[in-house]
């Protein structure tokens, strides 16, 4: 369980990085577009030892990893749909 | 309920299936609350609407325990672990763009120069209208 705890929550820490690091590196002027691409090494860096280095604490390729990947996009698309179903009650009213 | 979809020999759609509901029933939850609390005349009865909604599908999942209990808590651990580690990364870059002063441009501009500049052009300005003024005058008498 812990494994789970551990390398999914890296897997959410790439994601910020990569997601916000390109967003910072491409709106962020001079020094905050210098600090958006170490954000982006960083999350590549994250992505890189996530996928291929041999490690304990991940494997990309169990299922277990892939089915927590599953999880967390259902988590984010129900939360979606669910404000979606809030917006859509509130204006038709 | 089986939402199972055989994948490598596991089961995949629990996971998806379950933590998409759960993702729904607690959003409904949470702006049923809002809406319920804050809201007045028929806001706040869609409000109670939303509640109730949200509270079925969380209770569905909690008393009639629909999937293996092992898959529920896996799926549900794996899809919180995601974001609180995407919350962490948020705070970390919220922090480092704090920390770094990025306004070290405008060190650049000699501002006081700038604001000496101006107030000697508008002391000038004053003078001469001053000048002008008090020249007319003295035509006049």
Do not use: C
């Not at chain 2, 933590?19 to 007045?40: K, P």
């Not at chain 2, 794996?78 to 763009?97: A, D, K, N």
């Amino acid at each position: 369980m812990m494994d789970i705890i551990f390398s999914m929550g890296l897997v959410g820490f790439m994601l910020s990085m990569l997601g916000m690091g390109l967003l910072i590196a491409y709106y962020g002027s001079s020094k905050t577009r210098n600090v958006g691409v170490g954000f982006l090494l960083l999350g590549v860096v994250l992505a890189y030892y996530l996928v291929e280095m041999p490690n304990h604490l991940v494997d990309t390729s169990d299922v277990v990893f892939w089915n927590g990947m599953l999880a967390f996009i259902g988590g984010i698309t129900g939360g979606v749909i669910g404000i979606v179903i809030f917006l859509i009650a509130i204006i038709k009213s | 309920m089986d939402m199972s979809m055989n994948f490598d020999g596991e089961l995949l759609m629990d996971f998806f299936v379950s933590m998409l509901l759960i993702g729904i029933g607690v959003a409904l939850l949470a702006t049923g609350i809002f809406t319920s609390y804050f809201g007045a005349g028929k806001s706040q009865k869609i409000g109670f609407a939303l509640l109730i909604s949200g509270i079925a599908i969380l209770a569905y999942f909690i008393v009639l325990y629909p999937l293996d209990e092992n898959t529920f808590i896996e799926a549900l651990v794996s899809g919180v672990s995601v974001l609180s580690g995407m919350i962490i990364g948020m705070f970390v870059i919220l922090f480092v763009l704090m920390k770094v002063d990025t306004v070290d441009d405008l060190e650049d501009l000699d501002l006081e120069d700038l604001e000496d500049l101006d107030l000697d052009e508008e002391l000038k300005k004053l003078e001469e209208e001053l000048n002008q003024a008090d020249d007319n005058s003295e035509d006049e008498e």
